[in-house]
């Protein structure tokens, strides 16, 4: 007897209806998912952490070296508007790299800048010998979680190429191309340089020219800035080229209470013209011409008119 054959191909498949029995596909599915299980399987946190944190650190130095940057401000020649002073949290600022790619510098920017070679730094920053002390302390610079390399200034622009800049009018104020400026900015600590009456005054200084290329930086703190007035030597040398300006401080990102733009009033906008260079007895000199003279004129008027008079009568 004849036994009839069955319909069903593979061993370990049971007899059932057709519309029960798995297609090859899900077979096939079933099969790989046991085979590849462990590569579809996902990574833990914990072991993706280190790698985003690495990604993250790297996109944190590629912005801030082409794009912007976070610096510390550790020292208080830019109070109040950027605050850094010793026991205290000094500002983070956010410095942006690229405007002066497409613009010149301007009087009132505040700006971040490479200190020419004879310029020295303002605060003191002891040099470790720990070798890892010093990569944590650079990659904290690089991510603006630590000071500024010692050759790193911010100063406000006062004055820019072709200006002359000289120190002070009566009022006390900064001179630029004969005109007061307006400086609204500046802050005096108490005990620094005052007059008889004890008002706060300016350090002086003679007219200086801004070579071309170059700009005219102060600080806002006045009286306690290392700036364009005492660094370089004097004179010309105290201007910064302007290839050193890294970028613009824009933003004051902490700490959190003092978050909001940095100022970039310009002071000449509103600059009042003055007349400068002659001394008091020079400026007086129109006056005093003017009253000698009054005397020969009324007497000679006198004469002219007498003599005209009796030329009149002759006639008559």
Known sequence: MVEPVSQNTSEDEPDRPEEERPTRASR??????????????????????????????????????FL???????????ETTLHGCAGCTGD?????????????????DVV????????????????????????????????????????????RIIATAGQTVQCCDPQNRVIVDGKALDEPYIHWEPGSNVDESGKPIQDTFAPVKVPAG????????????????RQGGGGVNGAIPVEN????????????????????????ANAQPLALGAPAWQQGLPLGVGIASAWPVLF?????TAGVRKAVDRRR
């Open 245 to 268: 300006i890294i970028g613009k401080a824009r933003v004051i990102v902490l700490p959190p209470g003092r978050w909001g733009g940095v100022s970039d009033h310009n002071p000449q």
């Open 92 to 108: 983070r600022i956010l410095v942006d790299r690229i405007t002066y790619d497409f613009t010149d510098p301007g009087p009132g």
């Open 68 to 78: 912007a940057k976070v610096y510390m401000i550790p020292s208080g020649s830019m």
């Open 300 to 304: 000679l008027g006198r004469r002219m």
């Open 214 to 229: 170059y700009v005219w930086v102060m600080g806002d703190n006045r009286n306690n800035s290392s700036d364009s007035r």
């Open 112 to 155: 971040v800048f490479k200190g020419p070679p004879a310029w020295v730094g303002e605060i003191d920053t002891p040099e470790s010998s720990n070798i890892f002390v010093t990569g944590f302390r650079t990659l904290g610079s690089l991510i603006g979680f630590a000071p500024p390399d010692e050759r790193d200034f911010v100063k």
């Open 28 to 65: 096939r599915g079933r099969s790989g998912s046991k085979k590849f299980g462990k590569v579809n399987k996902k990574r833990s946190f914990w072991k993706e952490l280190p790698i985003l944190i690495v990604v993250a650190l790297v996109l944190t130095i590629l912005i801030q070296q």
